[in-house]
């Protein structure tokens, strides 16, 4: 897909109530610290942000009343991985869902790596593999016609530095051949490093923009623990669209009036992919992922 380079500009600005501080660019470099506070699916750009403030990050102006977002209902896909493969991701045919994978990659379901020591999914990727520019395996599904959650855990073997993008959840889109060479990546939930004291934190980074932004520490994550990613979608092109993202049950962002040219055919998808990673060999663990649709309001 198309990727621009690094830009270079640092905004300051207030949203949702909280001071965020956005860099806008292509390279996730180390994490600028916020005083008070901590802020294609094969292959994509990136840009780093830190937000500051209690509130989580979003698009409202400050100071409107939020709109309040309905409460997960039926239960419509889900997958604890038990039956040792692929198979629930691919349930229905590639129209719905699958695995794919590029650049040097090594993806498959493991005895004994899931949450509770049973079944899981492991991704190991090699970043420094010659005559990639990145390399991943992603699991994906096609997202509900209607508002819906979507959620997985995760486990990242070890902590690892970021020179260029680092990505673990995200919704891309497809023409109507399904061709990942036509992909188009619209929103991640990306792993970012910080400047100051190490860590890793998550970021939320809008493609239309190429801005990414940081929910202050309240996003860290550590090596070696599991963590649950919980994403509200309402898809409402071109520019109403909603995305919210839990980490653990907290909430993160919520991101209103995103923009997007309508697209025929979105996609969740969860897995490892990355560019310039340090050390370059990463592994990353999945369980348990679902997809509810949203109760009527």
């Known amino acids: 897909m198309l990727r621009s380079r690094a830009l270079g500009l640092v905004v300051a600005l207030s949203a949702s109530g909280c001071g965020n501080e956005i ?16 802020g294609s699916s094969a292959g994509s750009g990136g840009s780093a942000s830190a937000a500051g403030g209690s509130a989580a990050a979003g698009s409202a102006a400050a100071g409107a009343a939020p709109t309040p977002i309905p409460a997960p209902g039926e239960l419509v896909w889900s997958t604890d991985h038990e039956v040792g493969d692929w198979s629930d991701w691919e349930r229905g045919g590639m129209f719905y869902g699958g695995e794919y994978e590029w650049g040097a990659v090594n993806a498959y379901v493991d005895i004994g790596v899931g949450r509770d020591g049973s079944n899981g999914v492991v991704v190991d990727i ?12 992603r699991l994906y599904r096609r997202i509900e016609a209607g508002p819906a959650y979507y ?14 993008w680092w990505s673990i959840f995200l919704f891309h889109a497809r023409d109507d051949s399904l061709s990942l060479d036509n992909d188009v990546s619209l929103w991640d939930v990306r792993v970012v490093d910080r400047a100051s004291g190490g860590g890793m934190a998550l970021q939320f980074f809008d493609h239309d923009l190429m801005q990414g932004t940081l929910a202050g520490r309240k996003g860290d994550i550590v090596d070696r623990e599991w963590f649950e990613l919980e994403a509200y979608l309402d898809y409402r092109p071109p520019n109403a669209t909603r995305l919210a993202i839990w980490l653990n049950g907290t909430q993160l962002f919520d991101m209103k009036g995103l923009h997007t040219a309508a697209q025929t055919n979105v996609f969740w998808s969860i897995g490892n992919g990355a560019a310039r990673l340090d050390p370059a060999d990463s592994t990353l663990d999945l369980d348990d992922a679902a997809i509810h649709k949203a109760s009527a309001p």
């Open 23 to 38: 860099v806008l660019g292509d390279t996730a470099m180390a994490l600028p610290e916020t005083p008070g506070g901590a």
């Open 126 to 137: 090699n970043t420094n593999s010659r005559g990639e520019p990145s390399s991943g395996g």
């Open 151 to 164: 959620r997985a855990w995760f486990r990242l073997e070890d902590a690892h530095s970021v020179s260029d």
